[in-house]
């Protein structure tokens, strides 16, 4: 089957006139007179995206990825270079959709659905589900230039989220809103990618490209300096922004003065056929929006082999304070060999408190009588039997 | 050029109709105004020109010939301003919707001025009824109206096309759009009459491509016949210059635009 998308080799510059004059000057000329300087945002990009796949790109600001994105919606055209496109594209860039502020709320879905190219009939029938995802009740009908930035945004996914275009792409978009909704957003996005859309993001959050992204991409000075498996091309930005900190992601977890820390992850020996890993954070305000653990094992080469992990619900009070909560994992089910654990700790509403990749290691030694059958656990990644034990913990 | 403006043409249509209908929300007369604003520039007008500067109409002896006469020319030159004029404000004014969404940029020229047609083509439609009433009506060369009305919207779209690409650029040029109307309505023979026109400067007249629109108009509703070869052969080819110029300028533009809005 052909790519839905295929970027070939696109380069895009943007030109820099210093005073407008220069441009005039230019124009007069009709371009045999040169008073422009080019910038360039993209140099040299190619890629492909197949049916349901999830493309994540990553970089630092300035990189070229709201531009690549630009390009691929084409709202902006390359320098050089062509783009296939194979699909209906939805596009979310920056903040929301193209809305005509006079226009009622129904009345810029009605535009919105043309612009995307849909039938009259087809906006009919999802004409119900659009206003019901996006929740703003009355609002629907005054005009869009009344509407708060979360309303703005409520909209604008869930015109393109209901129309389902064969490729959604979306910078940034779903950062903003209440957490609610931003939930919403993940659930309807998992959706559309079962039923075979494909997604193409830009996210500064390293850990959301790893989670939901099929395959990545970074961009960096508007190169293309990795492209892979997620982990892989992580692995290489990292290494890179390490070595030099202006590269770093421009939300950078900053997780310094997020609400929930990772102390450590220990592995507290064998018990019996258990192997018990202990996981220590820190908590320094009272919470009420629940928590998502998540240990994942991982093989040096970075495959992902397993994830465990725990919640607290929604809601539930959680001091401040020292705690430590203990998975007990049935070794068994485990290829005896030796992992890389990644943990990370986020709200119930998916917003990451904290990351912490290659926190430990641990072995799980050979078995002195393993049945064959259980050797094939190292391609399961969800075979893991674990308890889960939590505790204050006092140091 | 033509070929994505045929392509969404539902859109445009879609955009006249919403920008007609939200024109005059909020107001108690609402649509009527449409009409009610024509009706009182033309009412000015006449009283100003026929009653006290006394114009006649040659062989018309009453204020009526004068009124049709200024109608006839008058509303076709406001949609023509209206669109030249909107459409130079065009790309700046939905550069939200240009930075946000793939489409046509020239649909939002297409739609200020297939708006003004609609709007004109309501107008005259009222202008017409009430001269029949007052019992002056143009006959047959009516179905030369049309065609002529389209010639000059297409003029129209060329040359707002062509400002509204410039006015991106350099913001100059809606305050130069607003001077060169305001010299052109002036320049053109829609208020006053030809033969008052100064011996010296009739020569001039033929220059100004509206003089021939005009004199079209007032040649089918005065004297219900077709406007002359020549008035044709002027509008349309200005028409057919003003739309290649623009598409060709806007097929050179059209990634800065989207670079610049």
Known sequence: MQPLIEVQSVFKAYKLYRKPLDRALEWATLGAVRRHSLQWALEDISLTVNKGEVLGVVGPNGAGKSTLLKLIARTARPTRGEIVRRARIGALLELGAGFHPDLSGMDNIGLNARLLGFTDEELTSKLPAITEFAGIGDALYRPVRTYSSGMFVRLAFSIIAVMEPEVLVIDEAIAVGDVDFQMKCLTRIEELRAKGVAIIFVSHDLYRVETLADRALCLVGGKNIAEGTPSQVIRSYRALYEKDASLAPAVPLHFEQSPVQIRGLACDGHIGDCVALKLKYEVSRLLYEGLVFRIVFALPDETRVAVIGNEVPEGQEIKPGRYETTFKIKARNLYPRRYRLHTSVASKQSVVYDVKMGITELAIPEPEASPAYLRAADQLTTLLEFTVESQDYRP | ?261
Not at chain 2, 19 to 39: C, D, M, Q
Not at chain 2, 51 to 63: E, F
Not at chain 2, 137 to 148: A, D, E, H, I, S
């Open chain 2, 1 to 261: 050029m033509l070929r994505n403006l045929y392509t969404n043409r539902r859109l445009i249509l879609e955009f006249a109709r919403r920008e007609l209908k939200t024109r005059y929300t909020g107001s108690v007369a609402g649509f009527a105004w449409h009409v009610l604003n024509p009706i009182f520039l033309l009412t000015i007008y006449t009283v100003v020109f026929s009653q006290i500067m006394s114009a006649r109409m040659p062989g018309i002896s009453n204020t009526l010939g004068y009124t049709v006469y200024l109608c006839s020319g008058l509303l076709p030159w406001l949609a023509f301003q209206e669109s030249v004029s909107r459409s130079t404000s065009a790309f700046v004014e939905n550069a939200n919707l240009i930075k946000k969404i793939y489409v046509p940029e020239e649909i939002f020229v297409a739609n200020v001025v297939v708006s003004s047609t609609l709007n004109l083509l309501t107008q005259l439609a009222v202008f017409l009824v009430l001269a029949s009433l007052a019992g002056f009506f143009p006959g047959v060369g009516l179905v030369y109206l049309l065609p002529l009305i389209a010639a000059q919207q297409a003029f129209a779209f060329g040359l707002g096309l062509t400002f509204a690409a410039a006015n991106l650029f350099f913001r100059d040029v809606t305050h130069i759009a607003g001077m060169v109307l305001q010299a052109w309505f002036r320049v053109t023979p829609i208020v006053y009459l030809v033969a008052i026109v100064p011996e010296r400067f009739a020569p001039w007249l033929g220059l100004n491509p509206m003089y021939h629109v005009t004199e079209g108009y007032h040649r089918i509703v005065m004297q219900g016949q077709a406007p002359a070869a020549g008035q044709w052969l002027v509008t349309i080819s200005m028409a057919t210059a003003s739309l290649v110029f623009s598409s060709f300028m806007l097929n050179k533009l059209r990634t800065d635009i989207r670079d610049e809005v």
